[in-house]
C-alpha cells in the first residue's frame, strides 16, 4: 500500500518536471510581448532594449488621441486609435541605437514625440 503511494507521488514529481520543463521551452520560443503605452507626447517607456533576431510582439496602446510608432529602420510603422491597443510583429535584424518617433500628428509635441529602441547581441 505505501509503495503504491510513493510510486504515485514519484509519478506527479515527474509529470511536473516535465510540464514546468515543456512550458519554460514553450516561453522562449514564444515572441517577447512589449507593451508601449503612447500619450501626448510621450511613450512610456520611453527607451526598450531588444535582442537581435529575437521576435517581438509590439503591443502599442493609445491613453488619448491616436498616435503612431515607426521605426524606419526596421520598417515599421503601427497606428493606434484614440484609446485602442494594437498589436505588431517584428524581428529586429541588426544591432544598434534606433530612434522611433510617433507617425501620427497628435499635437504641439508631436515633433518630440520618441522612444529609444537598443538592439543588442
Ligand atoms: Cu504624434
Known amino acids: 500500500m505505501l ?3 510513493t510510486r504515485a507521488a514519484m509519478l506527479i514529481a ?3 518536471c516535465v510540464a514546468s520543463q515543456t512550458r519554460l521551452l514553450h516561453s522562449q520560443d514564444a515572441p517577447k510581448r512589449v507593451e508601449i503605452t ?3 507626447f510621450s511613450f512610456t517607456p520611453g527607451d526598450v532594449t531588444l535582442k537581435k533576431g529575437q521576435p ?3 503591443v502599442l496602446k493609445s491613453e488619448d488621441v491616436p498616435h503612431g510608432l515607426s521605426f524606419r ?3 515599421v510603422n503601427i497606428k493606434v486609435g484614440a484609446g485602442k491597443t494594437v498589436e505588431a510583429h517584428f524581428t529586429p535584424d541588426k544591432t544598434g541605437d534606433f530612434t522611433g518617433h510617433c507617425s501620427v500628428f497628435c499635437g504641439s509635441g508631436h515633433g518630440s514625440m520618441a522612444l529609444k529602441l537598443h538592439v543588442v547581441d
Open 3 to 5: 509503495k503504491k503511494w
Open 14 to 16: 515527474i509529470l511536473f
Open 38 to 40: 503612447a500619450k501626448k
Open 56 to 58: 517581438v510582439v509590439l
Open 73 to 75: 529602420d526596421f520598417n
